[in-house]
């Protein structure tokens, strides 16, 4: 498996907002993805760690996940006064990834050292604006994501292979997306979304909340002019 979405930005780059869940790809669509094997490693891994943990999963057609529930974990570690609140990490894996990703492995220091293999930055951009163009509704982690990209200049032009074939999966009906224009059609989706609703869905996720305010239409129109 190949690790992506936004945890994958805070293990790798240390984005500043915090994630819901573990995003995988499949390396190579087609394969056996191990999914129900991995889960059960994890699980029997924490309970031989005593954490009291239930695991549930399910596997369909293109996407293999599972939750882990953790209860009353929250209030042994002081943050919830609820003996009753429950910590849930959901695991999700595409196991029918679109084509054309170049993949890295990186090791990483965070808490302990990991070897990871992970999208690289052009091929992780892309699949956010894969995610962008073709949601019901925009995510304020999208818009966020976005700025947190552009605005490192030296962050690579999105992987259009990659991007494109994934269009194409979920039946996008716009123009071939290319170096030249997919800025042009970012900025569309950018004016035509509620802007109180993107603040206020990303301002829970960032480790200072402030940073919610410079989700503006202004400012991320000003981030993606070349």
């Not at 609140?85 to 990483?108: F, H, M, R, W, Y």
């Not at 030249?180 to 480790?207: G, H, S, T, Y």
């Amino acid at each position: 498996w190949a690790f992506v979405g936004g945890t994958a930005l805070r293990f790798l780059y240390s984005i500043r907002r915090f994630s819901e869940d573990l995003d995988f790809s499949m390396v190579q669509a087609g394969r056996e993805s191990g999914f129900d094997q991995a889960v059960s490693h994890v699980e029997s891994s924490f309970k031989n760690e005593a954490y009291s943990v239930t695991v549930t999963s399910k596997s369909e057609k293109t996407v293999a996940s599972a939750f882990l529930k953790f209860p009353g974990l929250l209030y042994e570690i002081g943050l919830s006064p609820m003996k009753s609140q429950v910590l849930s990490i959901k695991i999700e894996v595409d196991t029918n990834p679109p084509c054309g990703a170049v993949l890295e492995s990186t090791l990483v220091r965070r808490h302990v050292t990991l070897h990871l293999m992970h999208y690289d930055r052009a091929s992780l951009l892309a699949g956010k604006l894969h995610a962008i163009l073709t949601r019901r509704y925009t995510k304020g982690r999208d818009v966020y994501d976005l700025v947190w990209y552009l605005a490192d200049r030296s962050w690579p032009a999105p992987n259009v292979a990659l991007l494109n074939s994934a269009l194409a999966q979920t039946g996008w009906k716009g123009p071939v997306v290319t170096v030249d224009n997919w800025r042009r059609l970012i900025v569309e989706r950018m004016k035509a979304i509620n802007w109180a609703n993107v603040n206020a869905d990303v301002r829970p996720f960032l480790e200072h909340s402030a940073e919610a305010d410079l989700i503006t239409q202004e400012n991320v129109l000003s981030v993606l002019r070349e």
